[in-house]
Nanobody
Framework: QVQLVESGGGLVQPGGSLRLSCAAS????????MSWYRQAPGKERELVAR????????TYTDSVKGRFTISRDNAKNTVYLQMNSLKPEDTAVYYC???????????WGQGTQVTVSS
């Protein structure tokens, strides 16, 4: 029943911007924290950003601080990742993840490809 659908990925030049969206259905969106992860070929999946359900407390991984912004719109059941000043090392498949609490298993989207290249 639960579905998370990412969109907004694509090919962008270094220094460019993309805005990713993740639309959720089949869950009470406002009760879930939302995260963005990414995975590059041959590398481990890593947390990029997280926004909590109630307080909207935000966490970023160091490599994206100052460049990426996570936000959520509970009325639209959607979480966003605004990515600015993109670098080739940002190239990865980006996944959204919904969690009820940090110790539990949540739900994954299918991923969207982001490629930063000249």
């Amino acid at each position: 029943q639960v579905q998370l659908v990412e969109s907004g990925g694509g090919l962008v030049q270094p220094g460019g911007s993309l805005r990713l969206s993740c639309a959720a259905s089949g869950l009470t969106f406002s009760s879930y924290g939302m995260s963005w992860y990414r995975q590059a070929p041959g590398k481990e999946r890593e947390l990029v950003a997280r926004i909590s359900s109630i307080t909207t407390w935000i966490t970023y991984t160091d490599s994206v601080k100052g460049r990426f912004t996570i936000s959520r719109d509970n009325a639209k059941n959607t979480v966003y990742l605004q990515m600015n000043s993109l670098k080739p090392e940002d190239t990865a498949v980006y996944y959204c993840y919904a969690y009820a609490n940090l110790g539990s298993s949540g739900y994954w989207g299918q991923g969207t490809q982001v490629t930063v290249s000249s």
